[in-house]
């Protein structure tokens, strides 16, 4: 209370004069010009200067109560002194006040730091005497009980925080010169200034206060509560994009992540308790905002870097050459606009899973990307092979960032991005490559001819030759997309070679070894072509042509099984057709031996080989037709 009365002689209550309330006291102080605000100040701190060195404040209050005691124990307390008393208190709360009010101006001075702590172990003291008198008579109180210092304490901070941050807000220092708007001149001072004076708190405030009041907590929450009402403010105010975008940077990355868990404060804020800058409703506004104008800019970005680039295919320009390979620069401005918009991105938006609206326009660019290749290779352009050499080099670029991207890219929107670079590839390889194929199914029109099978004909050696002289005019596509490129020949002469086997006759059983024989060599040759130049990981085709050289070669019928069920195991995709067209070529086995085989292979494929070891193959080779002899031997 901050005025009472006081039964006089004759039994009448008297009103003691009401005194000035310390938060009014502040309030009154704080609409004072500078110059009065300053001179208040050095006053202030000669005030508490010359009181320090005559008491402390906890002294001084200690002493004070002690006299309450003593006049309160009185049957007729005196008036001159209870008035003289409420006097003393109102002085004593004023320095407290100011003490408390001088907490950010003069934390470099232990002396304030000394006048603080006696100040806080003065409002405890008060606090404590204001419950000594709970439940006492009315009329036995003091008029200035209960004073509810703690209470006039925490509406001094909330003051004092919010003139700090609007002081901030309209400072026009220096250190923000370089941001580019206003607004962002003023977040960054108000930021700043929660920072530095939460760090004052933690490094030297706290220790002026006891730890039941929690005192870095509470100065957290209403510098929290107040930076929060002067974002709402701003954020209802209309934004540009970059406000926006800088806005969001505060709420969702800096202030969370670079000031709450600062390595002082971290742990000792309680920051579940504080919640986000914006209400959700705000925040979901700006974030849209956000979104939307991130989205048009990608879209714009990565529609003009192809445009540009297919303006240069389309004017006849050759791409650039470094090391002596074709390169363009477009998977670099690709990666380069995604990985800054996904960074940018990162450090706006809480939910990351946002950021697939951004990467579905590279999912769209992709989709785009490739039909504009497949049109330019449609055309009769001079520098149609160096700029598929040029682009399967921006294939590889882009399939190995987006196989590297692990958060921003759905599963669906990889897969799709994937399948997308692939028949990108596959329209380069055919563009490069479909001079060879013809000269492929040419050259192997010969196999299993009398020919080929008692070598006076060279077939492979002739075949390798010819494939050699036509790889040269790839020495300048780069090295990983040249070798990339030689085992998707070697694969494809695979499968040329095993589609003419399983085309075939009937063949004795001298020709059956005999063709044996020279398939053997035949993988032997080409495995060691395509491994001197560089393509090592399709050695596996050289083991499958032995494989289907075994099989020919077996006369055995227990044998033959135990060799197709092998090759079943490393090659589920071998069909019952496969397995009946490469028995067509045997003679000597029965409906039986056949039936026996077949379904062995059927029951045992599956066994004993892990997913990784089995590789797709014949599912390429298309059987059309079962022999006839083996469908009359199934009837018999």
Not at 377 to 391: D, E, F, P, R, T
Not at 451 to 467: A, F, G, N, Q, R
Not at 523 to 540: D, L, N, P, V, Y
Not at 551 to 570: F, H, I, K, N, Y
Request: aromatic share 6%.
């Amino acid at each position: 209370m901050e005025g009472g009365s006081e039964e006089n002689r004759g039994g009448e209550r008297r009103r003691l004069p009401k005194l000035k309330n310390p938060a009014k006291i502040w309030r009154n102080r704080r609409q004072q010009n500078h110059t009065e605000t300053t001179e208040g100040e050095l006053f202030c701190e000669e005030a508490l200067e010359q009181q320090e060195e005559e008491e402390q404040l906890e002294e001084v209050g200690r002493r004070l109560i002690i006299r309450e005691e003593q006049l309160f124990s009185q049957d007729s307390p005196s008036e001159e002194e209870e008035d003289q008393l409420q006097k003393d208190f109102e002085a004593l709360r004023l320095q407290m006040w100011i003490a408390v009010h001088n907490t950010f101006t003069s934390t470099s001075s232990s002396g304030h730091l000394k006048v603080l702590r006696s100040a806080v172990a003065s409002i405890q003291q008060q606090e404590t005497q204001d419950r000594r008198w709970i439940g006492c008579p009315e009329d036995q109180v003091p008029v200035w009980r209960p004073q509810k210092c703690l209470r006039t304490h925490n509406t001094l901070l909330h003051n004092m925080v919010e003139s700090r941050l609007m002081k901030a807000a309209e400072d026009d220092c220096s250190d923000t010169e370089e941001l580019s708007s206003p607004l962002k001149r003023q977040v960054c001072r108000m930021g700043k200034r929660v920072k530095e004076d939460l760090l004052t708190v933690v490094r030297t405030v706290q220790d002026c206060y006891p730890p039941q009041m929690d005192i870095l907590n509470l100065y957290a929450g209403l510098f929290h509560q107040n930076f929060c009402a002067r974002l709402t403010g701003l954020a209802g105010s209309g934004l540009e994009p970059d406000d926006c975008s800088y806005l969001l940077f505060w709420i969702n990355h800096y202030y969370p992540q670079e000031i709450l868990t600062h390595e002082e404060l971290q742990g000792k804020i309680k920051t579940a308790c504080l919640g986000s800058l914006l209400l959700q409703d705000h925040l979901n506004h700006l974030e849209d905002q956000y979104l939307t104008h991130k989205e048009d800019k990608v879209k714009l970005w990565l529609n003009a870097a192809l445009k540009k680039e297919e303006e240069c295919w389309l004017s006849g320009q050759e791409p650039e050459l470094i090391d002596q390979f074709f390169f363009s620069p477009l998977a670099i401005d690709v990666i380069q606009v995604m990985n800054g918009s996904l960074m940018d991105f990162s450090c706006v938006i809480r939910d990351q899973s946002k950021a697939q609206k951004i990467t579905a326009h590279l999912d769209s660019f992709l989709s785009s990307y490739k039909t504009c290749v497949e049109e330019f290779v449609k055309g009769n352009y001079v520098n149609i092979g160096s700029v598929i050499k040029a682009h399967l080099v921006c294939e590889q670029q882009l399939r190995d960032y987006i196989t590297s991207q692990t958060g921003s890219l759905s599963e669906q929107q990889r897969r799709r991005c994937l399948d997308t670079l692939s028949a990108l590839k596959d329209c380069g390889y055919r563009c490069l490559t479909c001079p060879i194929h013809i000269q492929l199914k040419v050259s192997l029109r010969q196999l299993w001819t009398s020919v080929w099978l008692d070598e006076s004909l060279p077939v492979v050696d002739s075949l390798l030759d010819d494939l050699n002289q036509q790889l040269i005019h790839l020495k300048d596509l780069e090295p990983a997309c040249r070798q990339a490129l030689l085992c998707v020949l070697h694969q494809d002469l695979a499968l040329q070679y095993v589609k003419r086997m399983m085309k075939t006759r009937t063949k004795s059983r001298e020709q059956q070894v005999g063709g044996a024989q020279r398939m053997t060599e035949d993988a032997r040759k080409i495995t060691e072509f395509f491994s001197e130049g560089g393509c090592t990981e399709t050695q596996w085709l050289g083991e499958m042509f032995c494989s289907l050289a075994e099989v020919l070669r077996l006369q055995d019928p227990g044998s033959v099984q135990l060799e197709l069920v092998s090759l079943a195991r490393r090659f589920p995709d071998l069909s019952d057709g496969h397995v009946s067209a490469l028995l067509s070529l045997k003679t000597g086995l029965s409906a039986a031996d056949v039936r026996s085989i077949r379904r062995s292979v059927e029951e045992n494929r599956l066994l004993g080989v892990s997913a990784n070891e089995r590789r797709p193959f014949f599912c390429k080779v298309k059987v059309k037709w079962i022999n006839k002899k083996i469908n009359e031997m199934m009837k018999t």
